[in-house]
């Protein structure tokens, strides 16, 4: 079975700052993807940046960059110059043979 | 690009009734997925679909919901009964492949009472 754990249950950041949110995941496969997803208050779930495992150089969506630690099992998302439209929930999520397994999500406050 | 549509948005029901929720794809995406959303946690996949087949169903609460995709393309989830626990966001997303980008739907919100 695969699993998806982030344990910041919440985050703030300042308007304009860089803020760094934590996923680990484990999987038994040796080819899978890892999404990092943001569901604002209309629960509409956007994909902000995917990664294939088999891949060694770091995803990069304009701000959004992620840190993907294959050995130790981590995929970080960094969002720089943190904008009010960046407030929401986050969710790392694993995709594999089971399907798409998602974490329980990162509450992302942007202060002004 | 049309993108995922589900409905209703919400709905509300007394335990023990009965309920459906509909999903219409993005056009040409072979793969559909129901997900559940309880509050404060992320969305757990109940049934994936490749075009009107499942691929997927081993989270599925069988004794109560139920789900097909007619011809591949729309799709229909049932609960029946309705259970308080069932209280949850279902979310429709269809995506080209497996492993491909999911788009995903607004969601219904459903309580149960």
């Known amino acids: 079975a695969q699993t998806v754990t982030q344990s910041q249950p919440e985050m703030s950041v300042q308007e304009a700052e860089t803020v760094t949110l934590s996923c680990t995941y484990d999987?038994?496969?040796?080819?899978?993807?890892l999404f990092w997803y943001k569901q604002p208050p209309s629960r509409q779930m956007i994909l902000v940046i995917r990664q294939e495992a088999y891949k060694q150089q770091n995803a990069t969506e304009n701000r959004f960059s992620v840190n993907f630690q294959k050995a130790a099992k981590s995929f970080s998302l960094k969002i720089s110059d943190s904008q009010l439209g960046d407030a929401a929930m986050y969710f790392c999520?694993?995709?594999?043979?089971?399907?798409?397994?998602f974490g329980k999500g990162t509450h992302l406050i942007i202060q002004p | 690009e049309a993108g995922v549509a589900q409905s209703p948005r919400y709905k509300i029901i007394e335990k023990r009734q009965s309920v459906a929720f509909w999903c219409n794809p993005i056009?040409?995406?072979?793969?559909l997925y129901w997900y559940q959303q309880i509050l404060g946690q992320g969305p757990k996949l109940l049934i994936q679909f490749q075009n009107n087949g499942v691929v997927d169903d081993s989270q599925l609460p069988k004794d109560r919901f139920s789900a097909e995709r007619l011809k591949g393309v729309d799709s229909t989830l049932k609960i029946q009964p309705a259970k308080l626990e069932d209280s949850a966001v279902y979310l429709c997303a269809s995506s080209v492949r497996t492993h491909e980008k999911l788009f995903f739907g607004s969601g219904t919100q459903l309580s149960v009472l």
């Open positions: 056009s040409g995406h072979a793969t």
């Open positions: 999987t038994s496969e040796s080819d899978y993807y």
């Open positions: 999520a694993l995709g594999g043979a089971d399907g798409l397994t």
